[in-house]
């Protein structure tokens, strides 16, 4: 069984790229599609106060898995904090 494989051929840049188009799923051409808006949310957050663009937060997922989220900053920073 070979692990790694090398494979010499002399194929063009232009068929590397028709080959690896379908290969994005649509997962990635969505985030891809979706960069430009997210830049713009992310400039318009940031002159609203200091802290983060980004919010990380830990959550519980399914069968109790801890994941981390990440989400934009839409409270003020340290809000977790300030509400118990």
């Known amino acids: 069984?070979?692990?790694?494989g090398f494979v010499d051929d002399d194929s063009?840049?232009?068929e590397t790229l028709e080959d690896g188009l379908p290969a994005l799923g649509p997962l990635e051409l969505l985030l891809v599609v979706l960069s430009p808006v997210m830049a713009v949310v992310?400039?318009?957050?940031?002159?609203?106060?200091?802290?983060?663009?980004?919010l990380r937060q830990k959550r519980?997922?399914?069968n109790g898995r801890i994941f981390t989220?990440?989400?934009?900053?839409?409270?003020?920073?340290?809000?977790?904090?300030s509400k118990a």
Do not use: C, H, S, W
């Open 60 to 62: 519980v997922g399914e």
């Open 1 to 4: 069984m070979e692990v790694l």
């Open 69 to 81: 989220m990440y989400k934009f900053r839409t409270m003020v920073p340290d809000a977790d904090a």
């Open 42 to 54: 992310a400039l318009l957050i940031r002159p609203d106060g200091p802290g983060p663009v980004l």
């Open 12 to 14: 063009t840049n232009q």
